[in-house]
């Protein structure tokens, strides 16, 4: 089956760097996504991987290692705002998004 | 319209009943997609549109059904509610299913059913 593993909570100080890991078993691999989901809102695009290697974009960055199955979402100089979920989806053989239940991350001053 | 919007915002059905939860969106976007979310799960696909006039199961099909006869708008159909349907909907759409074409969501319907 299809499987997507990402820690259930997590917790980070104001103005830290926290990262959070997502493995992923899937049919096939067509791209790994990055989605912020604050509470009772719609999910809302991060970053985007298809190749092996890191991609940065502003106090975000993501990383994909293919052969691992393994990609993380490093957050810098966090903000009480980054208190979110945070989710990981894996693009399968069939172009469907496979979803991870997603991180909760809480942010303490 | 700004983006992808969904309707209603929120409902509480009996079971046994017909829904429609209505989905649209103005960005020209080929592809539509229509999850639900369920606290401790992932999103997980109930049907999808690759493009206007066609449609596929994802992984939840059961008890529901979509139409697309257009490009901006996915209806999604719950033909006789159960209360394990109960969940927050979302839609979702993007400019193709391929590449690093991002998903954009609709805020969520949120249904209840008794």
């Known amino acids: 089956g299809q499987n997507i593993d990402q820690p259930t909570e997590m917790t980070a100080t104001e103005g830290a760097i926290v990262q959070i890991n997502c493995t992923y078993q899937?049919?096939?691999?067509?791209?790994l996504f990055w989605y912020q989901q604050h509470a009772g809102e719609a999910p809302t695009f991060l970053s985007y991987n298809v190749l092996d290697g890191l991609e940065e974009k502003g106090r975000f960055s993501s990383f994909l290692s293919r052969s691992k199955g393994y990609s993380y979402l490093l957050l810098k100089e966090l903000q009480m705002k980054d208190s979110a979920s945070y989710l990981c989806a894996v693009r399968d053989s069939n172009y469907q998004l496979i979803w991870g239940a997603g991180t909760k991350l809480i942010i303490k001053p | 319209i700004a983006g992808i919007t969904q309707a209603p915002t929120s409902q509480i059905l009996a079971a046994g009943r017909r829904m429609t939860l209505r989905c649209t969106q103005d960005m020209r976007h080929n592809a539509m997609y229509w999850y639900r979310q369920d606290l401790g799960l992932g999103l997980r696909l109930i049907h999808y549109s690759n493009t206007a006039g066609t449609t596929g199961k994802g992984e939840v099909p059961d008890g529901y059904s979509v139409s697309r006869a257009n490009t901006d708008d996915f209806p999604l159909t719950l033909a006789s509610a159960v209360p394990s349907q109960t969940s927050v909907y979302f839609c979702?759409?993007?400019?193709?299913?391929?590449?690093?074409?991002?998903?954009?969501f609709g805020p969520g319907t949120r249904l209840t059913v008794l």
């Open positions: 899937t049919s096939g691999f067509n791209g």
């Open positions: 979702a759409s993007s400019a193709s299913i391929s590449g690093g074409n991002e998903q954009f």
